[in-house]
């Protein structure tokens, strides 16, 4: 296991942006990590992964040209970069970690997860 602190979130308007950060207590160098986000009343979502080199990403069709994942593996942090914000992106945002060792392709699944942050609110204003 490994503790995961999300920070970045608050109330903005929509077009705004937003960074993300998720801060690892011990080294994650080695796994791939995700974002998801949670709005009330629906179920979790996916946002992005990342590998452990960060040479593979993926967002979520929503999402893609609006938002970005990205890691700096020295200060065990992942990134979600949030432009352009809209009403709907208005959701808990959770930062989770894959365990495996140097997985090439990171994973879109929640379930894949094993480590997760208790989230970061994002409210988006019309």
């Known amino acids: 296991q490994v503790q995961l602190v999300e920070s970045g979130g608050g109330l903005v308007q929509a077009g705004a942006s937003l960074r993300l950060s998720c801060d690892a207590t011990r080294r994650t160098v080695d796994y791939a990590m995700g974002w998801f986000r949670q709005a009330p009343g629906k179920e979790r979502e996916f946002v992005a992964t990342i590998n452990w080199s960060g040479r593979r990403t993926y967002v979520a069709d929503s999402m893609k040209g609006r938002f970005t994942i990205s890691r700096d593996n020295a200060k065990n942090t992942v990134y979600l970069q949030m432009n352009s914000l809209k009403p709907e992106d208005t959701a808990a945002y959770y930062c989770?970690?894959?365990?495996?060792?140097?997985?090439?392709?990171?994973?879109?699944?929640?379930?894949?997860?094993?480590?997760w942050g208790q989230g970061t609110q994002v409210t988006v204003s019309s």
């Open positions: 989770a970690a894959d365990l495996r060792i140097r997985a090439q392709d990171p994973p879109r699944e929640a379930a894949a997860f094993r480590s």
